[in-house]
């Protein structure tokens, strides 16, 4: 009889609840392994089960939420699982939950690599706003349209170099605008969420839909609890930086409530006055414009660096059953920032290598000399002058979800607008003024079954655009379907699969599907595959045409569009501009070393074809200048094909007897086009598209290192970022150092926190011209194009600033 007792020693008991604490009562838990048992929760969503020692498959389910299966590792005796579900209507892209194991981790089965950067991670750190954490992913780059100052946009690519073919959402609600198909993220602060989860590549469950095929990030909002609980912060540090905010969260009988409000303010790096000039290259000269000479006359300005950001946020939901609730959230951002020193840099004057024909810097007017050309304003200030931004982000939500039959139905409704205010002058299509408004109304149904589970349904979306140089108002609404589920096949093998519908009023139908495997190779391995498509839509503001202009008699470009270039060509809309598509493959394997350390590698590739492109009229070889009407544009087109490859480790690890926990990601991010044919890169500004060569502004390598510590009330933690060759900034490979420590006294908190320490790619003005140059084509005699060094902007970041934060805990 001793074997038999040996094999049914260990008690095992634990708890199923929801992300606000909530219990979840009769929740059915399946454990297959050495044996197979299933046992249900209580009323307080607790259970315990005597099993024999091992490894175990746990499957948990409960009507109302999505449905979980974990490898636990090895558990005996005492062990405490800790089960976290997710309701269906869930606010992240993908419904999964948590498991932990005597606190430690369970093995990783997703059939797509996702990453999710907790609130407490954030709050470790320090981070005021949510771009410090975001730059911990390495398949995140953070892109810098106009510069690298905290005052200018921040927006987001996921793989490749366009952040328009990544989703940006807030608990599932899309926030991308149809006027750069992206959104600024820059001042997004930490205290409005509970985590920020990344989800990468196309997964055949996730709940966006298929308008993407890099990825997404999605904000969770803060969320109620079960407990209440009240949090204050005051912060001062560097560059007259100040930040308050509180959160509470909590239950009133059956009404869950979260409430969040950040006040953040900086005087900035910058804040000077100084000459400048409007153009770099030119010489100056303040007459009347010639033929042969362009007005570069200096004036005197006011080059500031202030943001004053508030941010506001409340959650409401209403319990009448775990299965059964309604909710409310509405979300504000406002924000105004002095964008002056950001877009008015210094010019200049790098040392180019020459090859080809032609000027490897392109500062030569003359296609045919070898030299370089000295800038006149080397030294000065340059750009367009006063530059003001302000910025307003609505977001609402209502939800409800009830018992219908055997499964679930849910509705939302989401309404949210993106309204840009700019004065000043712009240098790219972020500082455009402009109001973007979306609504969403939605409906699905879906059923959780012991070893699977299945979902239908869609929505209904409507998008309008209105902004400066827009004729009226830019219109689209879209009709989208899905049928989605997953089965287990056996004990070890799991299959999910998804087929998409999307019906846009612009342009027709996409039709996209994904498909999803996933099977453990014994006890603490897993391997997964997937493949699907998706697209990138085009965007409002790329297929509408700015009309021309009568001025005295002659036709005119229209005066909202750029300059005319020297071959008298500015670029413009078109109305049969189509979507891109793209077809990816991704392989993974997650192995769990032990409870205390695991380890997830993935490879993909990304097809992407009918690539949106600029097409240049003539290749750069001809004028239009002397041709009626006298210019000619340069529109989107498709044409052409990309790749996005590469692959992605991540290794954590806890190392209980010091209290720490370490995290290391790294990265390799090839993207690059090919076939795009001789007319799309822009030959008068240098072609930034070569066939078969990494894209601008996508660094290969991108890693980080996060330490997290804890003590007797003390905490310190520390991130590492690392960015190679090609950067977003146009430097150098690069390190970014981030720590902080503190003290806990109870309820009363006071942190210390350094961002950049080490002064990394800092600086308070972009210096043109003088990045890291890129080898681009010019335009050649005889409609031909050679490669040669194309110079580039080098954009700068903050120095080492310091805050010191008191937190009050209730």
């Not at 000399?369 to 939500?397: K, L, T």
């Not at 990138?536 to 470009?557: A, C, D, Q």
């Amino acid at each position: 009889m001793l074997p038999v007792l040996i094999a049914v020693c260990c008690l095992v008991s634990g708890n199923v609840h929801g992300p606000s604490g909530a219990p979840i009562a009769r929740a059915q838990l399946t454990l297959r392994g050495a044996a197979t048992l299933t046992t249900t929760t209580d009323a307080k969503g607790n259970f315990s089960v005597q099993i024999p020692p091992g490894r175990y498959d746990l499957t948990v389910v409960s009507s109302g939420y999505a449905p979980l299966t974990v490898n636990t590792g090895v558990i005996g005796e005492g062990a405490r699982i800790d089960v976290v579900l997710e309701p269906s209507d869930t606010p992240k892209l993908r419904t999964i939950g948590v498991v932990t194991v005597n606190g430690g981790f369970t093995l990783n089965r997703d059939v797509v690599p996702e990453v999710d950067v907790s609130r407490a991670q954030m709050d470790a750190l320090g981070y005021a706003q949510v771009t410090s954490a975001l730059q911990e992913v390495p398949s995140v780059v953070i892109q810098h349209p106009d510069a690298g100052a905290p005052t200018a946009p921040d927006v987001v690519s996921l793989r490749g170099p366009d952040p328009s073919e990544a989703m940006v959402t807030l608990d599932g609600q899309q926030l991308n605008d149809g006027n750069t198909g992206d959104i600024d993220l820059s001042q997004f602060a930490v205290p409005a969420f509970n985590s920020v989860n990344v989800t990468e590549g196309l997964g055949p469950m996730d709940l966006e839909g298929s308008n993407t095929f890099g990825g997404a990030v999605n904000f969770v909002s803060l969320r109620p609890t079960q407990q209440d609980h009240l949090n204050l912060s005051t912060s001062a540090g560097s560059y007259g930086t100040t930040q308050s905010w509180l959160n509470a969260t909590g239950t009133i009988g059956k009404l869950g409530y979260a409430l969040a409000g950040d006040n953040f303010q900086q005087a900035g790096q910058v804040n000077e006055y100084d000459w400048a000039v409007p153009f770099n290259n030119l010489p100056i000269y303040c007459g009347p414009a010639t033929k042969s000479k362009t007005p570069n006359c200096p004036f005197h300005l006011h080059l500031g660096s202030s943001i004053s950001a508030r941010l506001g946020l409340v959650n409401l939901d209403y319990n009448f059953s775990e299965r059964a609730d309604v909710g409310f959230r509405v979300f504000t951002l406002g924000d105004v920032r002095d964008e002056s020193g950001a877009l008015n840099g210094i010019a200049g004057n790098p040392t180019c290598v020459f090859s080809g024909p032609g000027p490897a810097c392109g500062f030569s007017p003359s296609a045919s000399s070898p030299n370089e050309v000295p800038n006149p304003v080397y030294g000065d200030h340059v750009g367009p002058g006063s530059a003001n931004f302000a910025q307003s982000i609505r977001a609402y939500e209502a939800y409800s979800r009830a018992p219908l039959g055997s499964g679930i139905l849910a509705f939302n409704f989401y309404a949210d607008d993106d309204n840009v205010d700019f004065s000043g002058g712009a240098v790219s299509p972020y500082d455009v003024s402009h109001l973007d408004t979306r609504y969403n109304e939605g409906l699905s149904w879906g059923r959780s079954f012991e070893s699977g589970e299945f979902s239908f349904g869609g929505y209904a979306r409507q998008e309008a655009l209105s902004g400066a140089g827009i004729a009226g108002t830019l219109a689209q609404s879209i009709n989208s379907y899905f049928v989605r589920g997953s089965q287990e096949l056996g004990k070890n093998f799991r299959v999910s699969a998804g087929l998409y519908d999307a019906d846009y009023s612009t342009f027709g139908n996409s039709l996209n599907w994904r498909l999803g495997l996933s099977d453990d190779l014994g006890a603490s391995s897993d391997v997964h595959f997937s493949v699907g498509t998706g697209f990138r839509p085009p965007l409002l503001i790329e297929r509408y045409v700015f009309p021309p202009i009568v001025v005295n008699g002659k036709l005119e470009p229209n005066p909202n569009l750029p300059p005319l270039d020297s071959n008298c060509v500015t670029p413009n809309g078109n109305p049969a501009e189509q979507p891109e598509h793209a077809t990816e493959y991704e392989l993974g394997f997650s192995h769990l070393f032990s409870s205390r350390s695991s380890l997830d590698v993935s490879l993909y590739r990304s097809n992407l074809r009918d690539t949106i492109e600029n097409y240049y009229p003539g290749g750069g070889a001809r004028s239009f200048c002397s041709t009626p009407p006298g210019f000619a544009y340069e529109i989107p087109i498709n044409i052409g094909n990309a790749v996005y490859e590469g692959a992605e480790a991540r290794y954590k690890q806890m190392f209980p007897s010091l209290n720490l926990t370490a995290t290391l990601s790294y990265g390799l991010n090839v993207a690059y086009p090919y076939a795009l044919g001789p007319f799309v890169s822009n030959p008068t500004s240098g072609g930034t598209l070569v066939d078969y060569q990494q894209f601008l502004g996508v660094p290969q390598q991108q890693a980080s290192a996060v330490l997290l510590w804890a003590r007797n009330g003390w905490h310190a933690s520390t991130a590492l970022t690392m960015a190679g060759a090609n950067n977003t900034l146009h430097q150098p490979p690069y390190t970014l150092v981030d720590c902080a420590i503190g003290k806990n006294f109870g309820h009363l908190d006071f942190t210390l926190a350094a961002t950049n320490v080490f002064n990394a790619v800092s600086g308070p003005f972009t210096l043109y011209d003088a990045g890291v140059p890129y080898r681009g084509l010019y335009a050649g005699p005889n409609n031909t194009q050679y490669l040669a060094n194309l110079p580039t902007d080098a954009l700068f970041i903050q120095p080492a600033a310091v805050r010191f934060i008191v937190t009050v805990h209730e």
